[in-house]
């Protein structure tokens, strides 16, 4: 055992992949492309080096470091060189190339023809911010050479705006390669790795966001407080530094977009309050950040679900960890620095249960829409899950089930959650569940209703689901 957890669902994709590779494929053109993208720190890398031990092949894998174009040719030709290539040694003979079309000319002669190989492209932003000519070296690398060989060549990239348009019309690499989304660990990943209970693995999933760096100095079995102490104890833990990376990398430039993000970040959900809350941004600026912030997708902007359309807008942090990170590490670093994590330690206890309540919504809502998928529990025709708001927050509705979005023809279901400890789902509850469900449009009496609750339901005539049942939805059916 490596101490590899899931990614089951990754591996087999480019498992499939190499198929056609070792097999020579149908067109006599056996080699493949594949393009990885995820957040920084998500654990990509990790995942393909766990790809290419199993497969047991011949391989080289390159991380470009964005310092000049020239320092990366050398870079690559010096990794091929110390590769396991089967004629890895021609890069020896060489000078360093001084273009990318000449180090992909050389790169195909060492590749083997008699089986199969994997060439890795790590962090292939940096290489095409450096050289504007790198996509038509390596389109032209792919089409003349490498197609025909049996190689599968895997470029990585955290720039996911970028790395989504490499593979768009008018690109010179458009449709030559599968894209394939690497997110971060899922609840049950973060369950099966830290061996915790469901409720405490959510826990662990709001404040790591799934991120392997972070959970891989977690201490098996500790709850929140157990890690959170430690952690903020030390100012180089993963946990405060990785935020700050995230955001270095994706707005290196961009002030007023991290502005807007932290004011995203401090709990401001309304286009006006996230501009009075940035320093008072007029709407033009406002409007563009925002923009940004969906493109990169670091913010989510959602819409009510309902039958009748709505312009009530609200945003939220869709990345898990910087959820998080924003609204209490980010502002706590200097505490930590100067050996005061216990109070930033305070700031979070004190906030924790109403936090955890709204940032577990869209995790929620994520496991009832993988739940649909098979109709059970959930009515059928449940194919999108929401929630619904007005702009006075009455009724403000956690879960609304429907056959479309963002406006639906039947709404399937309405549901609120509890997330709190030793406070069950009771008859109160249920009686607000049923007034706010005669506010909801398409909505009427015979509705399904349900709870999702951390702590039990003792109301009755509502369908509940426990922690443990959400943990399955990120169960494979054959685990």
Not at 201 to 206: E, G, V
Not at 393 to 411: L, Q, T
Request: hydrophobic share 40%; with cysteine.
């Amino acid at each position: 055992m490596n101490g590899f957890i899931g990614r089951r669902r990754e591996l087999g994709l480019l498992g499939d992949l190499l198929s056609p590779v070792s097999t020579g494929g149908r067109s006599g053109r056996p080699g493949r492309a594949v393009l990885i993208r995820g957040r920084r720190r998500v654990g990509k890398s990790r995942l393909v080096e766990e790809f290419v031990e199993r497969a047991g092949l011949p391989y080289v894998f390159f991380t470009a470091v964005g310092g000049s174009r020239e320092g990366d040719l050398a870079g690559f030709a010096a990794e091929v060189a110390s590769s396991a290539l089967p004629d890895s040694g021609s890069f020896a003979g060489f000078a360093v190339p001084q273009t990318w079309d000449a180090a992909l000319s050389l790169l195909a002669s060492a590749l083997p023809t008699d089986r199969p190989s994997v060439v890795v492209l790590d962090e292939m932003p940096y290489l095409v911010r450096e050289d504007p000519t790198f996509e038509g070296a390596l389109q032209k690398a792919f089409d003349r050479t490498l197609c025909k060989l049996p190689v599968l060549l895997v470029l990585i990239g955290s720039d996911i705006a970028m790395m989504e348009q490499l593979n768009t019309y008018g690109r010179p690499f458009y449709q030559r390669g599968t894209e394939l989304v690497v997110p971060p660990l899922t609840p049950a990943d973060v369950a099966a790795m830290l061996d915790l209970p469901p409720a405490d693995a959510f826990d662990a999933y709001l404040v790591s966001g799934g991120l392997p760096l972070i959970l891989e100095e977690w201490p098996h079995g500790a709850g929140i407080w157990d890690y959170l102490g430690q952690a903020l104890r030390r100012p180089t833990s993963a946990l405060l530094v990785s935020g700050e990376r995230t955001l270095a990398a994706e707005f290196p430039t961009e002030a007023q977009a991290r502005t807007v993000l932290g004011a995203i970040g401090h709990g401001e959900r309304t286009f006006t309050l996230i501009g009075r809350a940035a320093g008072g941004l007029n709407p033009g600026s406002v409007t563009r950040s925002l923009e940004l912030l969906t493109s990169r997708r670091i913010v989510a902007a959602d819409l009510p679900l309902s039958v009748k359309p709505s312009r009530e807008t609200r945003y939220r942090i869709d990345d898990p960890y910087l959820r998080f990170w924003l609204s209490f590490i980010s502002s706590g670093i200097p505490a930590v620095e100067r050996g005061r994590g216990d109070r930033v330690l305070a700031s979070i206890h004190a906030s924790w249960a109403s936090w955890r309540g709204r940032a577990i919504e869209p995790v929620i809502r994520d496991a009832l829409w993988r739940m649909s998928a098979d109709a059970e529990p959930l009515p059928a025709g449940t194919d999108v899950i929401g929630g619904y708001w007005t702009r006075t927050n009455d009724p403000e509705i956690d879960i609304v089930g429907a056959d479309r979005s963002p406006i639906a023809k039947k709404i399937t279901l309405v549901g609120s959650v509890k997330w709190l400890e030793n406070k069950p789902f009771d008859h109160r509850d249920l009686a607000r569940l049923i007034t706010h469900r005669s506010q909801l449009p398409g909505a009427d009496g015979d509705t399904p209703l349900l709870a999702v609750a951390r702590s039990g339901c003792t109301a009755e005539g509502v369908l509940h689901l426990t922690p443990e049942d959400l943990l399955t939805a990120w169960t494979p059916a054959d685990a």
